[in-house]
């Protein structure tokens, strides 16, 4: 009988012990279960800032192009960018950049100022749009204005993309 009441006993301890243990565990496992959510989240967070950051260069580089393309035209060209006058014909008719023609044949010309815009398909998968304005305070002297945006998206922009990125460069001289 001593040894029945003594495994009784043992019996009744194990029972306490067994629930402090499992009380433990699910205590142990909930902390390292919210420290990873915790590193999951920052680097779900870090992954979408340098997407972001990634899409952002590329936008600037689309602008930075289509920059380009309007100072190399507006220098090494003739007539290229309209100016005031309605009467110009543009050498080389058919200029292009990055292998794409641009077209520069529909500015809209005011009183003392001309704007020619054009869309420059990039290589890749990007666009810029450009927009060349010029204008005269003293005749004969020309100013010019380059506004150049660029997207990490193929043109035409019109659709709505949630995803798309614009960057925008303004050049004057």
């Known amino acids: 009988m001593k040894y029945i009441a003594c495994n009784q006993e043992i019996g009744r301890k194990r029972e306490k012990r067994g629930g402090f243990a499992m009380l433990f565990a699910v205590l142990v496992s909930s902390v390292l279960l919210s420290i990873g959510l915790s590193i999951f989240n920052l680097t779900v967070k870090e992954l979408v800032l ?3 950051g990634r899409e952002s260069q590329f936008s600037f580089y689309a602008a930075d192009t289509g920059a ?3 100072i190399y035209w507006d220098f090494k060209g003739k007539d290229i960018f309209a100016t005031s006058s309605d009467s110009r014909s543009p050498f080389p008719s058919d200029p292009n950049c990055v292998g794409a023609p641009i077209d520069v044949s529909h500015p809209v010309s ?3 100022s001309a704007t020619t815009q054009f869309v420059l ?3 890749g998968g990007y666009c810029s749009i450009v927009t060349v304005r010029k204008w005269s305070d003293a005749p004969p002297i020309i100013k010019t204005e380059i506004d150049s945006r660029g997207y990490n998206t193929p043109c035409p922009i019109d659709a ?3 995803n798309r990125v614009e960057r925008a460069l303004k050049v004057t001289y």
């Open 110 to 112: 005011g009183p003392n």
């Open 68 to 70: 380009e393309c309007a």
């Open 121 to 123: 398909n990039i290589p």
């Open 50 to 52: 340098s997407s972001s």
């Open 160 to 162: 709505p993309d949630q």
